[in-house]
T-cell receptor, first 115, second 111 residues
Framework: DAGVIQSPRHEVTEMGQEVTLRCKPI?????LFWYRQTMMRGLELLIY????????DSGMPEDRFSAKMPNASFSTLKIQPSEPRDSAVYFC?????????????FGPGTRLTVL | QQPVQSPQAVILREGEDAVINCSSS?????VHWYRQKHGEAPVFLMI?????EQKGHEKISASFNEKKQQSSLYLTASQLSYSGTYFC????????????FGPGTSLSVIP
């Protein structure tokens, strides 16, 4: 398997623009997680899905952030409008079952820079 | 609530040992350990469940003491490849608790 795939790997955009990050989880994994990593705040869980259904989005910073999972093989994280403080590395991860028993496989991340 | 990790950073010479600690203010069901090399994604090391178990991965092992709400990661005879940031993730006892990652411990192994 190719592992978790994320695109783009790097994104540079201007403040106010819409940004869409994409993730393809490992086939057969029914949990999908979106994380944000910054030097100041570390690795933060934004939202996670189980069988394409959002379970917990309490980590989403504000209404400018939204995430969808239209099917088992694709998820998006959208920021609209983007702000400089959204600059971070965004990771997508997937797992086969509930976290207590299963490791999470992380994608390579998308490095977002908002100017 | 984010777990606390100590130390924040450590520098070792090859062959030396190190301990990284992770503690939480709330009751835990499991502790997860990941390592992230610079510019790469976090990679899973191990999960420890309630029950005080220990686990090993190469020369890296860990213990989990749920009474003290803490876990320790032991790196023995460190190798250059051990360099990276180590994150612990804690999971509470509520059925649908999620894993919350600590701030990380930066480990540098030098020749």
């Amino acid at each position: 398997d190719a592992g978790v795939i994320q695109s783009p790997r790097h994104e540079v955009t201007e403040m106010g623009q819409e940004v869409t990050l994409r993730c393809k989880p490992i086939s057969g994994h029914d949990y999908l997680f979106w994380y944000r990593q910054t030097m100041m705040r570390g690795l933060e869980l934004l939202i996670y899905f189980n069988n394409n259904v959002p379970i917990d989005d309490s980590g989403m910073p504000e209404d400018r952030f939204s995430a969808k999972m239209p099917n088992a093989s694709f998820s998006t994280l959208k920021i609209q409008p983007s702000e400089p403080r959204d600059s971070a590395v965004y990771f997508c991860a997937s797992s086969t079952g509930w976290t207590v028993y299963n490791e999470q496989f992380f994608g390579p991340g998308t490095r977002l820079t908002v100017l | 609530q984010q777990p606390v990790q100590s130390p924040q950073a450590v520098i070792l010479r090859e062959g030396e040992d190190a301990v990284i600690n992770c503690s939480s203010s709330k009751a835990l069901y499991s502790v997860h350990w990941y390592r992230q090399k610079h510019g790469e994604a976090p990679v899973f090391l191990m999960i420890l469940l309630k029950g005080g178990e220990q686990k090993g991965h190469e020369k890296i092992s860990a213990s989990f003491n749920e009474k003290k709400q803490q876990s320790s990661l032991y790196l023995t005879a460190s190798q250059l490849s051990y360099s990276g940031t180590y994150f612990c993730g804690t999971e509470g006892e509520t059925s649908y608790d999620k894993v919350i990652f600590g701030p990380g411990t930066s480990l540098s192994v030098i020749p």
